[in-house]
């Protein structure tokens, strides 16, 4: 990537990608950013897979409609995928939009590309594949979106924890981060990237609690942690969100559709927080939301008594690996 004058750039306004859910698109003004890589950092079982995956659907949306009118590739390198979960997103976020889904054979999946990594090499071996995929490609609608689930499991045995090792982690982290900026840069792409988290261990230096954005310390599940790779990956990376989750739950009542028993339950869903821990564009902010059958839903908006949405689509596992890019970009 090729250093450029700020004088001989014209200023410019990103396009940015709904999230569906109108709480936290205001706590993003708007969306995920294109020409820019945005990391999602969270715990396991937190949503940053659940907001992932309506993200790929949500790129499919026409740009009036707060998408990018383009498909999404998911790099997933944690096993295995859930398949499941993007079906049922898939059968709301297809009854939801019926203008754009006009044939209800039209499948939302058939724009999510899926493309499984197992290590870092084999990450910069797809890499080098996406430039000739977006250009070659004759789907209906072009990449706009590019997902990394997770940065921090391809790391997780690659290296030890010795000097000459670190260096080479911190060097990969600035190859993987620069692709996807010039990637994102080149084409108008939105780049979302999952990032883990460990517990927080104080140490003798006092780097452990250094302070990185806008929240001191990062809670969830009612313990400190902080996120994984540390400060060289946080250098990395334009934004970060933190997904955390509380052990509160949320309870309320919940009719059954059958009119006959008129039986009703009591819902328990996790509550979730979303916060800004830093950005070159937005102020600190967060909002509380909870994952419905549904999606991800602000707490402001719940539709607590929406129903599960049915339907005769099956997804299709897009299996790409290296040569299936070349092969769908040629269809």
Not at 59 to 66: H, R, V
Not at 73 to 94: A, I, K, T
Not at 108 to 133: G, R, Y
Not at 179 to 194: D, E, R, S
Request: proline share 4%; net charge neutral.
């Amino acid at each position: 990537m090729k250093p450029r004058s700020l004088l001989s750039q014209s200023p410019t306004t990103s396009l940015k990608l709904t999230t569906g859910c109108e709480t936290l698109d205001a706590c993003l003004h708007g969306g995920f950013p294109c020409d820019s890589l945005t990391e999602n950092v969270a715990e396991s079982g937190c949503g940053k897979k659940q907001l992932c995956l309506q993200l790929s659907l949500c790129a499919q949306l026409p740009i009036s409609n707060g998408g990018l009118d383009g498909s999404a590739l998911y790099l997933h390198s944690e096993f295995p995928f859930p398949f499941r979960r993007l079906h049922q997103l898939s059968r709301s976020f297809h009854l939801s939009n019926p203008s754009i889904y006009a044939d209800h054979n039209d499948n939302p999946c058939d724009h999510v590309f899926i493309q499984n990594v197992h290590n870092v090499d084999h990450l910069f071996d797809v890499m080098s594949k996406i430039e000739s995929f977006v250009k070659n490609s004759k789907t209906r609608l072009p990449l706009k979106l590019i997902v990394l689930d997770s940065v921090a499991a391809l790391f997780r045995s690659e290296f030890e924890n010795t000097p000459s090792d670190l260096r080479k982690r911190a060097s990969c982290f600035f190859k993987i981060s620069g692709k996807l900026k010039q990637l994102a840069n080149k084409f108008g792409l939105a780049v979302v990237i999952t990032n883990q988290v460990t517990d927080f261990v104080e140490s003798s230096d006092g780097l452990s609690g250094l302070r990185i954005g806008n929240l001191r310390c990062l809670y969830s599940s009612g313990r400190r942690v902080v996120p994984a790779l540390g400060l060289a990956w946080a250098n990395c990376v334009n934004s970060r969100v933190f997904i955390s989750r509380s052990d509160d739950s949320i309870c309320q009542e919940r009719r059954e559709d059958d009119e006959r028993s008129g039986s009703s339950y009591v819902s328990r869903r996790a509550r979730r927080r979303f916060d800004i821990v830093f950005s070159p564009y937005l102020p600190a902010s967060s909002c509380e939301f909870v994952i419905t059958g549904e999606g991800i839903c602000g707490r402001d908006a719940e539709k607590m008594d929406s129903t599960f949405l049915e339907s005769g689509m099956v997804v299709r596992e897009h299996q790409i690996d290296t040569r299936s890019l070349d092969k769908i970009a040629s269809t």
